[in-house]
């Protein structure tokens, strides 16, 4: 199928802990794993996205992990703040058989960082 | 710097009328994707363009059609409409077709749409 895995679906930190969210894919091609976060009622805005030939990036208190063989890819925030409240995307970038990339969203994780 | 265009930003409709939706992409990007939200879900593929033609069609149903123009913005049609197609409807665009290479989807800021 198309899905991406994501969990958890909700989660719940205090301000200043760290917060990890999971997907899973399914396509062993895909190549390129971008994170999105969406504040209510607004556009999906991209914090930071890996691209299959690095393990690692880190961008200040944000980073992303992919696991090519378990088809796995985290999102790790440190040092979380209220202002990081919002839904989190992870997606993979999915080629389709006209030879072009599409963008799968995965279900989405509510992060709550209270004060 | 120019971002990506939608109109309208909010739009009410009865059931079984129509409505178009407007995106005007980033200048010099020649893709456009369009992708439906339905409240607390996750956004849907819906249809993308690359220079005007039809790059690829996800789960549209057969009462939208949508096309890019000479100009690249595109227009997403909804017929009959359903309680079900209330969304927020987001347009994107990218510049080429291999994301990897070209980097982020850069969304518009959505149009609304409710069916009454």
């Known amino acids: 199928g198309e899905n991406v895995e994501q969990h958890p679906s909700t989660l719940s930190v205090q301000e200043g802990d760290s917060a990890v969210i999971k997907c899973t894919y399914s396509?062993?091609?895909?190549?390129?794993f971008p994170w999105y976060k969406q504040e209510l009622g607004k556009r999906p805005q991209l914090i930071i996205d890996?691209?299959?030939?690095?393990g690692e990036k880190k961008d200040q208190r944000i980073a992303v992990t992919l696991n090519k063989t378990a088809k796995h890819f985290s999102l790790h925030i440190t040092e979380t703040q209220p202002e990081d409240s919002a839904v989190y995307f992870c997606?993979?970038?999915?080629?389709?058989?006209?030879?072009?990339?599409?963008?799968?969203f995965g279900t989405g994780t509510r992060l709550l960082v209270s004060p | 710097a120019a971002g990506v265009i939608q109109s309208p930003r909010h739009l009410i409709k009865e059931k079984r009328e129509t409505a178009t939706l407007k995106c005007y992409p980033i200048?010099?990007?020649?893709?456009v994707y369009w992708y439906q939200q339905g409240p607390g879900q996750d956004p849907q593929f819906l249809i993308s363009?690359?220079?005007?033609?039809?790059?690829d069609k996800g789960s549209i149903p057969d009462r939208f059609s949508a096309q890019q123009f000479s100009d690249y913005h595109s227009e997403l049609n909804m017929s009959s409409l359903e309680l079900g197609d209330s969304a927020l409807y987001f347009c994107?665009?990218?510049?080429?077709?291999?994301?990897?290479?070209?980097?982020?989807?850069?969304f518009g800021e959505g149009s609304r749409l409710t069916v009454l």
């Open positions: 994107a665009s990218s510049l080429g077709r291999f994301l990897q290479n070209t980097g982020e989807l850069f």
């Open positions: 396509d062993s091609a895909s190549n390129y």
């Open positions: 890996i691209r299959s030939n690095v």
């Open positions: 997606a993979e970038g999915k080629a389709m058989n006209t030879g072009f990339q599409k963008l799968v």
């Open positions: 200048p010099r990007h020649d893709t």
């Open positions: 363009f690359y220079e005007k033609m039809q790059s």
